[in-house]
Structures are given as C-alpha cells and as structure tokens.
C-alpha cells in the first residue's frame, strides 16, 4: 500500500472489523510499519479500555526483558537460513520420498521386463513434501504464520524449493542407475510442482497434490504396469513438452498469486 489509509480504515482495523479481507488488512499492517503518522492515527482510534490493555502488557513487557539474560552472540548466516527456508515437519515426508524412490529402483532391477518404476512415479516425488509445506495439520507454527503479512506465495515457494533441493538430487542418483533420460527424470517432476502450485490457488496445496497423484496413478502408472511398457507422455521424445509445462504452468502460478493470499481458507 503506497498511499495513507483512510481513517475510517483505520478505525474498521483497529475495531477488528470482519468486512475487512485478509489482503486490505495485510496491506494496513505493512504501511503501519513504515508510517508513524498512521500509526499515531490508529493510537488515536483505539478505545480507552484497549489503550489501558495496552499500556498494562507495556508494562509486563518491560519487566520481562528488564529481567531476562542478555542473548549470548548472535545468529550465525546458516542459521537464519535454515529456519526460513527448512521446516523440521517436512522431515519424515522426505525421507518417505526417498525409500519409496530407492524401493522403487531395486524392485525395477529385479523384475526384468517392466517399465521404469522410477522413470512412472518421478513426477509424483516432490508432491508429499509440497502437500504438507504448508498445512494446519503439519505446522506447529501455521496460525501464527498464516496471520503474518510474510506468509501465502513467499513462504510456499521457499518451502517448495527446500523440498525440490532434497528430492531432485535424490532422483538423479536413484534415475541414474536406470539409464533412463535424466530430462524425463527431472522435467516431468517440475511440471508437477508447478501444477500443484496452480491448482493450489483453487483447491488448497494439499487437494491439488493428492488430485495429481490419484489421476497420474489411475491413469498413467496403472495402466504402464499392466501393459509392461512406458507410456508415450515418458517417451524420448515428450522432453520438449514437458520443458514447455513447465514453463507455462509456472508463469501461471506466478500470475495467480493473488490466490495465495488466502491459502489459509484451503488448509
């Protein structure tokens, strides 16, 4: 928000007013940080019982930190970085990912004749960690994220690609054992990641990813292992178009971003 909010804005935000949607209040709240003329308006629209609210928790503030130890150094570089972009839930996700990868490498070595079960379900690799990087049920902190103006693209794009960063080096080792084309390892799982990211806008991250992988595996790894070949979307010669999805699918997410906002409503 570049330009003042009007006061009665000011009043409806500082009364909690419900009419008031999530972007216009995260947009209030940015410009109150940088704004101490708006930020003496809202001061001036709080009631006296908020204002003595207010003062008392002053009070109690003050006093804490009188009495706290004084922090001990500072935060290292690597540190900020791993509470920003590496969320400790996603752990056991990833680690699912990468046995049922490794499963999936020994047991094609073992039956001789069928399709690549790795080269079938690489696109589906990154969607567990992606369903759960941003979810109620999986974060400890949502709530407190979820009313942060940080939070919606921002954070599920950093989360996104903390999973990619684990999942995409582990199906180039597990792929490569397989002599399969490394491209159709790799392209066909970004395509999926951007098409989660999509439809997440409409459907919530989490029904987007299980959609994907309820469709991909009726529809293409069912009918692969049953007919003991690839399908023709694995072929050499789907590279090109898979880069193409990609590309689009990504764009359309960036341009849907507004969607993200309120990602919290689908979790």
Known sequence: ????????????????????DEP??????VHLEDCADCRARLAGSTTGASRAVIDQVALVLDREIATAAVPVGRSRPWSVLRHRWFVGTLLPWLAMTGTVLACAAVLGALWVGTPSLVLLIAPLAPLPGVAVAWHRRADPAWELIAATPASGLTMLLRRT???????????????????????LMLLPCLAFTAATLLLGTLVGVRHAAIGLVTVWTLAVVAPSLVAARLPVLLSAQSAPSWALATVVLTIMALLRANGFRRLSHHG
């Not at 570049?2 to 009419?19: F, K, M, N, V, W």
Request: hydrophobic content about 55%.
């Open 1 to 20: 928000m570049t330009a003042h909010p009007s006061l009665s804005q000011i009043e409806r935000y500082a009364a909690g007013d419900p009419e008031l």
């Open 161 to 183: 690609a903390a999973v990619l960063a684990f999942v995409i080096p582990v199906l180039a080792v597990v792929g490569a054992g397989t002599g399969m084309s490394l491209a």
């Open 24 to 29: 216009g209040v995260w947009a209030i709240e």
